[in-house]
DNA sequence: AGCGGGATTAGC
DNA sequence: CTAATCCCGCTT
C-alpha cells in the first residue's frame, strides 16, 4: 500500500494513452488515515476543446478551470444535483483535457457499490472538495506500481455524450474485458 | 435575476 | 421511461 503515486509525468501525455494506461492500477484515498482503494477498471478520455464532448468544449469556465491546470490533478465536479464524478487532468497545462475514472473493483475499504462515475466517488469518499487536488501528493492519488498481468482491454463510444455528435461515436471509453464492475449498457447481443 | 440542462442513478 | 436535485453558464 506504500507504492508511490503515478509522477506528474505520467498525466502529462496524450490522454486516450492515459485512459488506457490507468486500467488496473489502483486508486487510493486515505480518509482519516484509512486507505480507501480501488482498482481502476473503466476510464473516458475527454480530449480537450475541440472534442465537443468535453466540458472544455465550451472554453474555459470558473467549473473547469481545473481542466486547463497542469497535469497530474484532480478534476471534480458535480452532475444532475446529486452525484460527483473524479478526473484527472491530463496533457500538459493549458490543454484542457482529462480523464474520466468510470469504475473501480473494490480492493480495501470500498463498501458498496463502484460502477458508475457517481457511485466511485461515494464509495470513495469524494466530492467537490478534492477539486484541484495534487494527485502526486499523499490522499488522493493512484499507486505507480505496474498492473502485474497483461490486460484484455475493449474500447466503445463514450457514455452519455450523444449530444456531441461525431464526437459522441469515438471509442474513446476503455475498459477491462470480462469484468463484472465495468459500468454502463453491457453490448447486448440480438441480432 | 431567471432558466435550461447535465460525462448519473434508481425506481416504476 | 422518468424523477431527483443543484450548480453553472448563458440569456434577459
Sequence with gaps: MMAPALPREFYQRDTATVARDLLGRTLVHVVDGIPRAGRIVET???LGPHDLASHSSKGRTERNAVMFGPPGHAYVYMIYGMHF???TVTEPEGHGAAVLLRALEPVVNLP???GGPGLLC?????DRRWNGCDLTGPDLYISA???PRKL???TSPRIGVDYAGAWA???LRFYLAENPFVSG???RKTA
Excluded at 122 to 126: E, P, S, V
Design 44 to 46: 473516458e478520455a475527454y
Design 85 to 87: 464524478c473524479l478526473n
Design 112 to 114: 458498496g457499490r463502484t
Design 145 to 147: 506500481e505496474t498492473p
Design 122 to 126: 461515494r464509495a470513495l469518499g469524494i
Design 185 to 187: 449498457k453491457k453490448p
Design 152 to 154: 484484455r482491454i475493449l
Design 169 to 171: 461515436r469515438r471509442h
